[in-house]
């Protein structure tokens, strides 16, 4: 609370009063879960509703994909990639049909916050959870993924 009045005060002085601060330029997204999976290590991971940065609005239409369960299947076991504190994780997957394989990458961030502070999941214990989702080496999954 002091910290906050000696900002506005030192603010108010300068003549910036008014300007937006740092808690003021979060990003604004839709934190809705789309889904839901827990990994093997007991790590509850949303997919959220997102926007065009992150999450489901992010991925879905530019990788054609539009059913939770590819993202299930990746997060159903344990991350393939994990960064040094574990915040950035990668889990990886393959699909096969009729005889045709597709590999595909979840990726995710296990934090309150974005690496760049520009958004902050809700709640107490809120994770950012599924950043983007791809199938390798194509621009557009095949459809047969979603089914």
Same mark, same amino acid.
């Given at each position: ?9 030192? %603010? ?8 937006? /601060? ?5 990003? /604004? @997204?839709? /934190?809705?879960?789309?889904?839901? *999976?827990?990994? @093997? ?44 504190? *574990?915040?950035? %994780? ?41 950043? /983007? ?5 194509? *621009? ?8």
């Amino acid at each position: 609370m002091r910290r906050t009045i000696a900002i506005a005060a030192a %603010l108010a002085s300068l003549g910036l009063a008014g300007l937006p /601060t740092a808690a003021d330029a979060r990003e /604004t @997204w839709n /934190t809705h879960e789309k889904c839901v *999976q827990t990994d @093997w290590d007991g790590r509850r991971i949303p997919t959220r509703t997102g926007n065009s940065e992150l999450g489901w609005n992010h991925f879905s239409r530019p990788h054609n994909i539009t059913s939770c369960k590819l993202i299930k299947a990746a997060l159903n076991g344990k991350p393939d990639k994990k960064s040094d504190q *574990q915040r950035n %994780l990668e889990y990886w997957g393959s699909a096969i049909h009729n005889g045709r394989q597709v590999d595909f990458v979840v990726k995710v961030r296990y934090a309150k916050e974005t690496d760049d502070g520009r958004y902050t999941a809700p709640g107490t214990k809120g994770k950012i959870g599924v950043i /983007t989702a791809y199938c390798r080496g194509v *621009q557009k999954c095949p459809s047969w993924v979603n089914n």
